[in-house]
């Protein structure tokens, strides 16, 4: 069982940065991709970024590219996603989860995830 817990949300202006972070209980952390969510109002939760388990991987919605870095320590248990020049379509709900599927089959969809947290608003206003 791995239990996660984002932080790190809150409002910000067009154009600035947040970085959220992730933490997860469970001495098997290492071994788990994971992967960053999102979940406007309305709208379906979609893949936003994924890392692979040692960190030496990582897969990046096209709408976040060049824009959002995802990045782990293992010896923390702590996963982040520091996001920049964050834009308003960028507002919605961040959810981390935590897959055993192997990294050669890159997840971008939501049902390999085996565990979630309970996610944390951001919100940009322009």
């Known amino acids: 069982q791995v239990q996660l817990v984002e932080s790190g949300g809150g409002l910000v202006q067009a154009g600035g940065s947040l970085r959220l972070s992730c933490a997860a209980s469970g001495r098997t952390f290492s071994s788990y991709a994971m992967g960053w969510f999102r979940q406007a109002p309305g709208k379906e939760r979609k893949f936003v970024a994924a890392i692979s388990w040692s960190g030496g991987g990582t897969y990046y919605a096209d709408s976040v590219k060049g824009r959002f870095t995802v990045s782990r320590d293992n010896a923390k248990n702590t996963v982040y996603l520091q996001m920049n020049s964050l834009k308003p379509d960028d507002t919605a709900v961040y959810y981390c989860?935590?897959?055993?599927?192997?990294?050669?089959?890159?997840?971008?969809?939501?049902?390999?995830?085996?565990?979630w947290g309970q996610g944390t608003q951001v919100t940009v206003s322009s």
């Open positions: 989860a935590a897959t055993s599927a192997p990294w050669t089959i890159v997840v971008v969809t939501t049902t390999p995830y085996s565990f």
